[in-house]
């Protein structure tokens, strides 16, 4: 009995909770117990409306009585209900929602602690800007910005001479934050990171910081999320290796250039 | 004009002036054929809509693979926007698919017409025009003239946006949303039919929001308070001022990307675009106050497509449990609040544009406090159930389907609206079901349900209960099949408006990466499409019923048929011109059934007990 | 059946129909102008520093515009009190003030508009940048009159107070302002554009309100000059109803005015 109830759940894949993906993050259980928390609310309303219904449906239509009844139900049960349910919303929303939301946006982790990644998405991939060695940007500007000088780099900063510029695949060490300064080149897009539970909106003419730190070595998926023209659904050559620290800093010194960046900045 | 075709029927003119072909069907004021224009069109409009999600579903499920039959079709319509498919081995051509350009039109226009087109005239304009004016009590809409311009712009716009389909590069792409920069980008001119057709539609909607709201507040017969009102007139009412107050920016949006797209302007274009086809723009935009003006109009947008549904809902339940709407005035103040809170939550569909705690907080508090008057209006009709007579008839079944399907739709809108597990959720196919099941299995079953309903007063017969039965069946299996497995996918991480249904991001393309989509959920997306191709099929019966039972159905034994007690059938069949015969006045409430004591188990509004 | 209402108030609501539908209508023309300026608000918070000029425009049309709608807010009111008062004549002759300043005020405006659009803005291949209004065109050269240069990434803030200046004083020549024509090689060019809405935003935001706005006066006074004319054999017919008619179209042209009142102060003074 058991199992073919599983059996049909499965089936049909009424097991919502069952499909969430791989979480490689630091504030994935956060999510994901989240969103399971909400679901638990959902499926408490629909089980128990569902049962209700089936009920009046047998009670009232199947075998239905000789005459209706003018006043209806005379309780007071359905206020108390739209009370627990505004209850438990606010509870989400004042205990979980707010605060969860607050901690990823608000303390952006500074550079000091932190790796810093710009990205500037085009029509189809995405460009990182890397600090290098020094943990330094070069100073950016968005008048600056165009085909060849894609991040907007003031070429002057000496800040900027050993930053490194990557298309679609960047690396980072793993167990360390990171923030991410989205940005676009063309349209919007949306830089998402399913596995890492990360997504924002790639917007041209704003750099916003979007960060975590990443729990699983590995190389991540980077998923466009915002539809940004003919080449939305192949824009899939975004990858976040994420890997060990000597790794890491191997590719890091493999890839710093060694007198300055290519001329113009950014790459061809 | 008048005179050339007057005389062909002029045979059932008994003794009153007949007004002519022309009059009588294309350049009517009368409230009752408009609304019958509107039905016609809005419905001819939604099968285009659907027809256009059939294709899509087809390039979700075999991605590059050419389209069976209207593979070839597409080709002679559009163009080199259907690719051509080479057999491998051969290099022979067997065939088009769908390019991602193509995809992307079919994807815009799906949005677009399905709501512009399809769904807001089928339930405001069509239903509100029918029923409203006899609900009140009134012989026509405040301003019949205007009514009439209503459906002439509207049916003007459609033609625009049908056009588009035929120009060079074909339709807009950039989503129903249209979001610039994008929408300026693209290089064809399906952009600027788009635009041009939304501004001639919104005026449209203007002016019947106008219309509609003179009539309820002036035209209500004697004896009709607010409080008498059926709750109909109230959806209809509130969602008149959602559109009259929320479409004008919508209407800005239009007009600035219209002036970016054609005057050179860059409202919407920020400096430091690179972008091929924008070369030599000024800068200085904000691409994000495109998306406030969109949704500010697209949140109320959707309750626009959802207060009518309710509406009929009601009038439904009420007649076939034969008893009063359990709590007619909380449902009154709930749809008074709702339309009033729709006005602030539009920022929940933009929580990843980069939003600060303080704006946020805001607006998932919003969303969360306009979740309770949904939650109420539902827990009233799930109430109103109790206690009743119920009649299964097919309005009823598919106004009793529409409870739990709404239910679902609306309690998956929960998890969005926080935008911490929107962070998740956003653009994946868990939004596409979320809101399919309120629009789909919500709304489009209330209306087939409103259709059901009244066709007997509009048409003097029954359409057949037999077929009606099938079409509600097949409709409802098949709509759950469609759309639940997309919450499955949603939350799996799989993403919309993808021409491919994610094969991109598969486990198969990337085997090394972590966080691609496993196989399963590609297989759900060929179950989905057949699910929505039976969808589509079972429609059949109720088109041949509609048509066929005009002149064969049963015919009705009264005037009263469902033995209503709202003032819509208390009058001739089909309604004349000035609908009432005699002055109207109504002395009792909106549902008087099975009052103790009364003779009959129904008591019209007309009517004294 | 008649619609009822048409000409006569329903007790309850104290309002006849055309009445209630011009309110609502205004309500949402008060959305739609809202829209608008909010977009001027964010266009402006959100403008690079220097890319949002202030006195760009001259006040000097702009305030007689003011003036001009203003008296046809009044004359519009007089035209419909003397309706009531069964003063055919002087309706006949207030109106047709109103007429007149609709008149008056799109004239205007269309100067305006024709001086931006023969403002030109030349960048040099030099690097320089010219501002000037185009006096003489040929096949090799342009010439610019009242012309001031600068660096070409002189923002718009900066140079609408030079240009002004140099308008205003172009007799004490000093500084970089030239006080004669300039005469421009086309070969020396690299891009030139006029000041259309295709300039910067704050020309653009100008053109689509002001453009939008001056719509809205030409369709108020086509009505209006409609019940002055054509449309005024109704008085003998059906008086009320005229009076009605003047009555709605009054609120809308008072509504228009409105609409210019706030235009002026943000878009020639702030
Ligand atoms: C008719 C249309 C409609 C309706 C009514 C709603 C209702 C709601 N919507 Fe939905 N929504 C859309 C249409 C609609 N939506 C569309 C079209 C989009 C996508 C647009 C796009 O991006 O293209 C969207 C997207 C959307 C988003 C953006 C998601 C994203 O892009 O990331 C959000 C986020 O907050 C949201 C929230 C809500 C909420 C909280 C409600 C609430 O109002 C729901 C309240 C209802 C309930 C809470 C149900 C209560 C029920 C019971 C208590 C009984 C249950 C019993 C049984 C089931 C038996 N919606
Ligand atoms: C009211 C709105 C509405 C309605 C009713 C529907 C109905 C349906 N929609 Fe759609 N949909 C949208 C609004 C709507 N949709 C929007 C706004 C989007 C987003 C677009 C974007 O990304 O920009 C979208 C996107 C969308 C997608 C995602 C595409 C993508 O992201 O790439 C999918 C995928 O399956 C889909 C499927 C369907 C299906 C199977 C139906 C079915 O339910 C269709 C059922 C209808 C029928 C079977 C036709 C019935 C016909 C009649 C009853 C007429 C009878 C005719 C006569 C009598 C003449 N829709
Ligand atoms: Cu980039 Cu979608
Ligand atoms: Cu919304």
């Known amino acids: ?268 | 004009m008048e005179s050339t075709d007057s005389h062909v029927h002029h045979e059932d003119g008994h003794g009153h002036h007949d007004p002519g072909f022309w009059r009588k069907y294309v350049f009517s004021t009368d409230h009752k054929m408009i609304g019958i224009q509107y039905g016609l069109t809005s419905l001819l409009f939604m099968l285009l809509g659907f027809f256009l999600i059939a294709l899509m579903r087809w390039s979700i499920a075999y991605p590059g693979q050419p389209v069976p039959v209207v593979g070839y079709l597409l080709h002679a319509i559009m163009g080199d926007m259907a690719s051509p498919v080479l057999d491998p081995q051969t290099r022979e051509l067997i065939g088009y698919a769908i390019s991602n350009d193509l995809y992307n039109s079919f994807g815009a226009m799906h949005g677009t017409i399905m709501v512009f087109l399809a769904v807001v005239p089928l339930a405001f304009a069509a239903f509100g025009n029918y029923v409203v004016p006899l609900q009140i009590g009134a012989p026509d809409m405040a301003f019949p003239r205007l009514n009439m311009a209503s459906y002439h712009l509207f049916l003007l716009g459609g033609l625009i946006m049908f056009a588009s389909f035929f120009i060079p590069g074909g339709p807009a792409q950039a989503g129903w949303t249209s979001y610039s920069p994008l929408a300026t980008s693209i290089p064809t001119d399906g952009q600027f039919y788009w635009l041009v057709a939304m501004v001639v539609i919104i005026t449209s909607s203007l002016l019947g929001a106008v219309n509609f709201i003179a009539t309820i507040i002036q035209l209500r017969a004697p004896g009709m308070t607010w409080m008498r009102m059926p709750f109909f007139c109230w959806a209809q009412f509130v969602t008149a001022f959602l559109l009259l107050l929320a479409f004008p920016p919508l209407e800005v949006g239009a007009l600035l990307q219209l002036m970016d797209n054609v005057a050179g302007t860059s409202f919407y274009l920020p400096t430091g675009l690179a972008i091929s086809t924008l070369s030599d723009v000024s800068g200085g935009g904000s691409p994000l106050l495109y998306q406030h003006l969109f949704w500010f109009l697209g949140h109320p947008e959707v309750y626009v497509l959802i207060l009518p549904a309710m509406g009929v809902v009601s009038e439904i339940i009420a007649n076939n449990t034969r008893k009063p709407l359990w709590g007619y005035k909380s449902l009154v103040y709930s749809v008074l609040v709702l339309g009033f809170l729709s006005f602030i939550v539009w920022a929940h569909h933009m929580y990843l544009t980069g939003m600060g705690t303080k704006i946020s907080t805001f607006f998932q508090t919003t969303t969360m406090i306009i979740s309770i008057p949904s939650v109420i209006i539902l827990t009233c009709l799930f109430i109103s159930l109790w206690g009743g007579r119920i009649r299964f008839n097919t309005p009823m079944l598919f106004a009793l389907a529409f409870l739990p399907m709404f239910g679902i739709g609306g309690l998956t809108g929960l998890p969005l609206g926080f935008n911490y597990s929107d962070i998740l959720l956003h653009d994946t196919y868990y939004v596409i079901g979320h809101f399919h099941y309120v629009v789909a299995p919500g709304t489009i079953f209330a209306l087939i349900a409103g259709i059901y309903f009244w066709y007997p007063k509009m048409t003097g017969r029954y359409m057949s209960e037999f077929w009606g039965r099938v079409h509600f069946w097949c409709s409802f299996v098949f709509m759950n099949l469609t759309f639940q497995p997309m919450f499955a996918q949603g939350m799996a991480g799989m993403l919309r408006r993808m021409a491919d249904g994610g094969v991109g991001y598969s486990i198969a393309n990337n085997p090394d990466a972590i966080g691609g989509l496993a196989d399963r959920y590609l297989q759900l997306n060929v179950n989905i499409t057949l699910a929505a191709y039976a969808l589509g099929i079972s429609q059949i019966p109720f088109i041949i019923n509609l048509f066929y039972s005009i002149k064969n159905g049963k015919k009705v034994e009264s005037d009263n048929p469902w033995e209503s007690t709202t003032l819509d059938w208390q009058t001739p069949t089909p309604p004349p011109h000035g609908n009432f015969v005699g002055p109207i006045k109504v002395v009792n409430g909106p549902y008087e059934y099975s009052v103790p004591g009364a003779k009959a188990d129904y008591i019209p509004q007309n009517q004294k007990a | 059946m008649e619609v009822p209402y048409t000409d006569t108030n329903r007790p309850d609501t104290g309002l006849y129909n055309a009445k209630v539908g011009i309110w609502l209508f205004l309500a949402s023309e008060v959305m739609l102008f809202g829209a608008l300026f909010s977009a001027y608000i964010l266009l402006r918070v959100g403008a690079m520093p220097g890319h949002w000029p202030t006195g760009l425009l001259d006040v000097g049309p702009g305030f007689v515009n003011t003036l001009v709608l203003i008296l046809s807010s009044v004359t519009v009111v007089m035209a419909w009190a003397s309706l009531k008062l069964n003063d055919f004549k002087k309706f006949k002759f207030y109106q047709g003030i109103t007429v007149i300043c609709a008149l008056l005020f799109v004239v205007i405006k269309s100067f305006e508009y024709k001086s931006k659009f023969t403002h030109h803005d030349v960048i040099l291949k030099d690097g320089m940048r010219v501002d000037g209004h185009l006096v003489e065109e040929t096949d090799e050269f342009i010439v610019l009159s009242h012309p001031v240069s600068y660096p070409a990434e002189k923002g718009i803030r900066e140079r609408a107070v030079a240009i002004k200046e140099a308008e205003h004083h172009a007799h004490e020549a000093g500084g970089d302002h030239h006080h004669e024509d300039r005469k421009i090689m086309l070969d020396d060019i690299e891009k030139r554009t006029t000041w259309g809405p295709w300039a910067n935003t704050y020309l653009a935001i100008y053109f689509t309100l002001t453009g939008l706005h001056a719509l809205h006066v030409i369709a108020g006074a086509l009505v209006i000059a409609y019940f002055w004319g054509p449309g005024s054999k109704m008085w003998k017919t059906h008086p009320e109803q005229f009076a009605n008619r003047i009555e709605v179209s009054g609120l809308f042209w008072h509504f228009v005015d409105l609409v210019w009142i706030f235009l002026f102060p943000i878009l020639y003074l702030l």
């Open chain 1, 1 to 268: 009995m058991i199992d073919t109830l599983t059996e049909i759940i499965r089936l049909f894949n009424l097991d919502w909770m069952s499909h969430l993906p791989v979480a490689a993050s630091d504030r994935a259980a956060d999510l994901d117990n989240f969103i399971r928390y909400i679901h638990y609310l959902m499926l408490a309303l629909f089980v128990g409306w569902s049962g209700y219904y089936l009920l009046v449906l047998y009670k009232f239509g199947w075998t239905r009585p000789k005459k209706a009844d003018y006043h209806g139900a005379r309780t007071h049960a359905s206020t108390y209900l739209e009370v627990t349910v505004a209850v438990v919303e606010v509870v989400l929303l004042v205990f979980f929602a707010i605060p969860l939301w607050a901690k990823v946006v608000e303390s952006v982790p500074s550079p000091e602690n932190s790796t810093q990644i710009r990205v500037m998405a085009q029509q189809f991939g995405w460009n990182f800007m890397h600090p290098g060695q020094d943990d330094m940007f070069g100073k950016q500007r968005f008048d600056l910005v165009n085909e060849t000088n894609k991040f907007g780099r003031d070429m002057e900063d000496p800040n900027g001479q050993d930053d490194i510029f990557t298309l679609n695949e960047i690396h980072l060490p793993v167990e360390k934050e990171v923030v991410f300064h989205v940005s676009s080149l063309d349209v919007i897009h949306s830089f998402k990171v399913i596995a890492l539970r990360m997504c924002q909106d790639a917007i041209p003419g704003l750099s916003i910081p979007v960060w975590c730190k990443p729990l699983k070595e590995g190389r991540y998926q980077i998923n466009c999320a915002q539809l940004c023209g003919n080449g939305h659904s192949a824009m899939t050559g975004g990858f976040l290796n994420i890997d060990s620290q000597s790794d890491y800093d191997s590719w890091l010194a493999l890839n710093t250039p060694a007198d300055g960046p290519a001329a113009v900045g950014g790459f061809e």
